[in-house]
């Protein structure tokens, strides 16, 4: 309702504002032409309105690929190969256990799995020998059934051991801890000597895969983004100017905190002093109804109003020619009859061409207009208007522009 309430008196206020210049409106205009200083203006890029319906997300930046490794089994840490920040490559040994008690575990291992295997071997030469007796009447068909019988025993007691065997080799081979994948080290919890339980952080550690931004996109403007949309990134702590290419690659399907939608920028190449953690902003290039190339958006104050309607100016630029005259030799002319030579100067002059616009909509700060007759915006200089000031210029009239820089500090 307050918008509205402004938009209505800046309605009002330009109206107000051209009754009272438009009975000087002829005079001002027969004016234009005559000598004086050029005034000085502030001008502004004339902006597409396409251009202008941005949106501003902040967000986090992590790593693609991101997780915390750690021992699958139980033990004392007896080395530690790579310190925080190290970079490493798939494959390489991050992290050892003390492998004393593992390897005694699979020497027994191997210890039982001998006896077991001799002892299937005896039993089978009896089962064997219990089956040809059997054959010739030798031995009664319970005889041959218990021998059967501690055959399959002696077979399932040499699967067992077999079985130990083989998760005791897995145990001393969890006693060293490989990088799944090549990156770096971001975080390192235990330290040598230290008694680790398994599934306890070790290390944290990030690929060498194109970072990510981790971001919430409003639930209003969800229906305007769309997968593998092309967006910058701006990081605040490096350069508040210099912004990154980045694609929209994933877009959450359920709302989370204050109907916000989790989204996932990922940037198009890697960049150094880029660091999981760091704050961005992401800038979102929104579609419209003002996506034509006649719509523009301008501030309130670089236009006004006359009895034809709102107008602005353009800063142009004008060709003047000036004529001047000069003797051949000054000293030897004859006063009476001077002999002098006629030149033509060409100058430029920057004047102030107005041009009438039809405000399309209302902004809190701009105006989406365009302009009653399409002017050609490559004539002018850079497509520039005056910003402020419009109320006191003539059309065609000269002006001085007052050149502006920001400056930004701690950069």
Known sequence: MRFTQTAVLLVISLFILSACSGSDEDMLQSDATKSGPPKKVWTTKLVPASDGVKRHLTGTIQAADAVSISFEVTGVVSKMHVDLGQSFEKGDVLAELDKTLYKMAVQQNKSTLGEASAALLDIKQTFERNQTLREQGLVSQA???????????????????????????????????????????????????????????????????????????????????????????????????????????????????????????????????????????????????????????????????????????????????????????????????????????????????????EIVELKPETAIIKFKQQPNINQFSDAKIVKTGVDFIRPNQAISVVETSTQIYNQ
């Open 143 to 357: 005889a041959l059934d218990g021998a059967l019988a501690s055959f399959e025993i002696a077979k399932q007691r040499v699967e067992v051991a077999e079985s130990s065997l083989n998760i005791a080799k897995e145990n001393l081979s969890d006693t060293t801890l490989v990088a799944p994948y090549s990156g770096r080290v971001s975080e390192r919890f235990v330290e040598p000597s230290q008694q680790v339980s398994p599934g306890a952080s070790v290390l944290s550690i990030q690929g060498n895969a194109l970072l990510e931004v981790n971001a919430a996109i409003p639930e209003g403007l969800i229906g305007k983004v769309a997968l593998f949309d092309q967006v910058n990134v701006v990081l605040p702590s490096l350069s508040a100017t210099k912004s990154y290419a980045a694609t929209l690659t994933e877009i959450g399907a359920q709302a989370s905190i204050a109907n916000a939608f989790p989204i996932t920028i990922t940037f198009n190449d890697n960049h150094t002093g880029f660091y999981p953690g760091m704050s961005a902003e992401i800038i979102l290039s929104i579609s419209g109804l003002f996506d034509s190339a006649e719509y523009f958006e301008v501030p309130f104050s670089a236009f006004t109003t006359d009895k034809v309607g709102p107008y602005l100016y353009f800063v142009a630029t004008q060709q003047t020619s000036s004529t001047s005259s000069q003797t051949d030799n000054p000293e030897t002319a004859n006063k009476d009859t001077p002999i002098s030579n006629n030149s033509i100067n060409q100058n430029q002059n920057t004047i102030a061409e107005k041009h009438y616009i």
